[in-house]
Every structure is written in structure tokens, then in C-alpha cells.
């Protein structure tokens, strides 16, 4: 089974048992990162039953990830 990297737009390939790939990931703020990492049950890629507590920590992980590539494609725009 394939599995991306879950930072929007990306299409990169990960292991299950990744959120994102390298780039996406150290974009996370750094208490975020262990935020998810702390909520991780091994095995939870394998029987699709991750806690409430670590998608929400995916989930703002995520959402970081986000704002700073649109503050960036903002910043782009506007500097040309």
C-alpha cells in the first residue's frame, strides 16, 4: 500500500508509520513534532486505530505545515 507524505499538496512517498516526509516534517515547530510523536502507539499504522490525541496532534502538525508554505508563497508573490 502506498502512503504520502500528509502535508497538503505533497505527494512524496513516507512509510506508514511517517506523518510527512523530511522536508514537511522538520517545518513542524519542534513541540509539535513531539507532540505527535508522543501520541504515536507503535503499530497504529497497522490496524488504523491512531488515538483522538494524536490526530489532533497530526492534525495541528499539519495545519503549521500549511501556514508557512502559504506565508512563503505569499512572501514570493509579493517580492516580485
Known sequence: MSHNCHAR???VPVPPRMLMCRRHWYM???PLR???WDRYRPGQEIDKNPSE?????ADAAINA???KERAR???A???R
Not at 490525541?53 to 496532534?57: L, N
Open 9 to 11: 499538496r505533497c505527494k
Open 34 to 36: 513531539q507532540a505527535v
Open 53 to 57: 490525541e494524536w490526530h489532533r496532534a
Open 28 to 30: 513542524v515547530p519542534a
Open 73 to 75: 508563497n505569499q512572501e
Open 65 to 67: 505545515v500549511d501556514v
Open 77 to 79: 508573490v509579493k517580492s
